[in-house]
């Protein structure tokens, strides 16, 4: 994760894809207004999901914990971007449930609240 991570923070598209299954999907927060519905699916939906991540906003992602939930891995994030209205930059804490196979970043669920996410991941709190 933490490789995925860097190339991301570096606009590095072929490594992030790299770090992704070719069926992956990553579903973030509703509380997001650009947020897909059914998420951003596939290497081509990595390609949307970064172009508006790096593209629109700037963002940049932080490791702070990690955790092991079974076959899921819930990661906390240090967040931060540019406002798309005002581009001020902005800092948040982001919360991921992630499901890795084969080395291989299958599905992403990301969350805004801590405590949805550990009941995601199936954690005791």
């Known amino acids: 994760m933490q490789g ?7 606009d590095d598209v072929d490594a992030v894809i790299a770090s992704f299954a070719e069926h992956c999907q990553i579903i973030e927060p509703f509380e997001m207004p650009d947020a897909p519905v059914h998420g951003y699916r596939g290497h081509r939906g990595i390609r949307e999901w970064m172009a508006n991540l790096r ?7 932080e490791l702070r914990t990690a955790t092991e939930a079974g ?16 581009g001020v930059r902005v800092e948040w804490t982001t919360f991921a449930v992630v499901r890795i196979r084969d080395d291989k970043i299958e599905h992403v669920r990301v969350f805004l609240d801590r405590g949805e ?9």
């Not at 076959?71 to 005002?86: I, N, T």
């Not at 996410?117 to 709190?125: H, R, V, W």
């Open 4 to 10: 995925m991570l860097n190339a991301f923070n570096r």
């Open 55 to 61: 593209g629109t906003a700037g963002a940049e992602f």
């Open 71 to 86: 076959d899921f891995w819930l990661y906390e994030l240090a967040s931060r971007g540019l406002s798309p209205a005002s």
């Open 117 to 125: 996410a550990i009941e995601a991941a199936g954690l005791p709190e």
